[in-house]
C-alpha cells in the first residue's frame, strides 16, 4: 500500500485495517513463493500451515478447513507424501480412516527456507515489551478469531449456493 493511500484515511482504526490487509496480502505472496521454492502448490503449502496449528487429521477435515474437494485433497496428501511432509497413519478408532500426520518439521529445508523470516520476526518482536507484546498477541488472536468466523460464513454461503 503506498504511503499516499494511507495518509488519505487519518482514522487510526482504518488505517490499522488496511495495514491488516496488506499484510494479508503480503502473507499470501510469501507462501507462494516458499511453496514454488519447494516445487509446490500453494494449497500444498497451506495445507501444511493447517497441519502444523491442528495436529493429526482425516483428509476429510482438511477437505473441510481448505474448502477444496476430497479428491483435490487426496492428490495433494500424495504430493506432500511423496516429498515427506506428511504420513498416512491408520486410525486407531476405525480402520476405515486415516490421518494425515505431519511431518514437515524435521525438513531441513523448510526450516532453512522460514529462518530467516522467523529470525527477523523475533528481532522485531523483541523491539517491543512484554506488555506490548501481550496486547499485540491479543489484538492478532481476536483478529484470527474474526478471519475464522469469516470464512465458515463464506464457507456456508458457498454450500448454499452450490445445492
Given at each position: 500500500m503506498s504511503s499516499e493511500q494511507q495518509d488519505k484515511n487519518t482514522d487510526p482504526k482504518e488505517q490499522l485495517v488496511?495495514?491488516?490487509?496488506?499484510?494479508?496480502?503480503?502473507?499470501?505472496?510469501?507462501?507462494?513463493?516458499?511453496?514454488?521454492s519447494h516445487g509446490l502448490y500453494n494449497n500444498d503449502l497451506?495445507?501444511?500451515?493447517?497441519?502444523?496449528?491442528?495436529?493429526?487429521?482425516?483428509?476429510?477435515e482438511l477437505s473441510k478447513f481448505t474448502g477444496l474437494a476430497t479428491g483435490t485433497v487426496t492428490a495433494l496428501i500424495d504430493r506432500l507424501e511423496k516429498c515427506g511432509y506428511v504420513r498416512r497413519e491408520q486410525d486407531p478408532t476405525d480402520r476405515r480412516r486415516v490421518i494425515i500426520v505431519p511431518e514437515y518439521e524435521h525438513n531441513a529445508e523448510i526450516k532453512n527456507t522460514y529462518s530467516p523470516l522467523h529470525s527477523a520476526m523475533l528481532e522485531l518482536a523483541s523491539s517491543y515489551n512484554d506488555e506490548e507484546l501481550q496486547l499485540i498477541t491479543q489484538f492478532i488472536g481476536k483478529a484470527s478469531k474474526i478471519l475464522e468466523g469469516q470464512i465458515q460464513h463464506l464457507s456456508a454461503s458457498r454450500g448454499?449456493?452450490?445445492s
Open positions: 488496511l495495514l491488516m490487509r496488506g499484510l494479508g496480502t503480503r502473507t499470501v505472496l510469501y507462501q507462494q513463493f516458499v511453496a514454488a497451506k495445507s501444511v500451515d493447517i497441519l502444523r496449528e491442528t495436529g493429526p487429521i482425516t483428509a476429510g448454499k449456493s452450490s
